[in-house]
């Protein structure tokens, strides 16, 4: 009962993380701020980061969660960056 309850439980995270990538690609494309564009950049790498995770649990693999990690870490960086860059135009300071 377990598994058949997490199989269904993945499937439905992975069809609402998709879901979610699809309406932040089109924000991506459409945005009309730089900001908005940026924060569904932010948004398409978490659920990126997220359907890696789910997909790591549901074929019990650990490969998943270590590329999991590298999208968090260069997403944080550069949002980071490119926050830096519209709040002073340039990244790294003299």
């Known amino acids: 009962m377990s598994a058949f309850l997490l199989y269904w439980a993945a499937a ?5 993380f998709t ?3 699809a309406c932040a690609a089109i924000r991506l494309l459409r945005g009309p701020s730089a900001e908005d564009r940026i924060l569904a950049l932010d ?10 995770l789910v997909l790591g649990l549901r ?8 590329v999991a990690l590298l999208i968090a870490l260069f997403g944080f960086v550069g949002s980071a960056a490119l926050a830096k860059f519209l709040l002073r ?3 790294i300071e003299p």
């Open 89 to 91: 135009g340039e990244v």
């Open 43 to 52: 948004t398409m790498y978490i659920n990126g980061m997220l359907i890696l």
């Open 59 to 66: 074929f019990e693999a650990g490969l998943y969660f270590d």
């Open 12 to 16: 439905l995270a992975l069809l609402c």
């Open 19 to 21: 879901l979610g990538l």
